[in-house]
């Protein structure tokens, strides 16, 4: 199922409509929604648009390379080394919603990985436990 993305403009929300969410979220705080409506008030007060796909939306190379903010070709290389699955529908790619958030979570993980590894937060058997200990040794020396 290819579903386009629903879209709030910040610019679109009016006082009017922030403070009608406002009421709405003190009748229930802990509710899902009264939590979800608190972050996009939150994103829309620092002028950020939201976009809301639901989660079997299909999406194509170009609408998942946008929300990751990196180049289609690049996407195009995870997703022909089979590090993001997809479907045809014809002969175009659709990447599933749920595969593209496993596909972030993943690189959020790795990042954090390598941000620790670089900055003297993870130990050598936290980065690879694959590596030889004369590996690491050497990888130590550098």
Do not use: W, Y
């Not at 409509?17 to 229930?28: L, S, Y």
């Not at 796909?53 to 022909?80: I, V």
Request: charged residues 25%; proline residues 4%; negative net charge.
């Amino acid at each position: 199922m290819f579903a386009p993305a629903s879209m709030l403009e910040a610019s679109s929300v009016t006082e009017d409509d922030r403070r009608r969410a406002e009421e709405f979220i003190t009748t229930d705080e802990q509710s899902a929604l009264s939590i979800l409506l608190r972050q996009v008030l939150q994103a829309t007060a620092c002028g950020a648009d939201i976009e809301v796909f639901s989660a079997d939306a299909e999406l194509s190379p170009n609408q998942a390379s946008d929300l990751l903010k990196m180049s289609r070709p690049h996407l195009l290389s995870f997703m022909d080394r089979g590090e993001l699955p997809f479907h045809r529908v014809g002969t175009h790619r659709r990447i599933k919603m749920s595969d593209l958030r496993e596909f972030m979570q993943a690189r959020e993980a790795g990042t954090e990985v390598l941000a620790n590894a670089l900055h003297g937060g993870a130990t050598a058997a936290d980065i690879s436990p694959e590596f030889s200990a004369d590996e690491l040794s050497e990888l130590d020396s550098l």
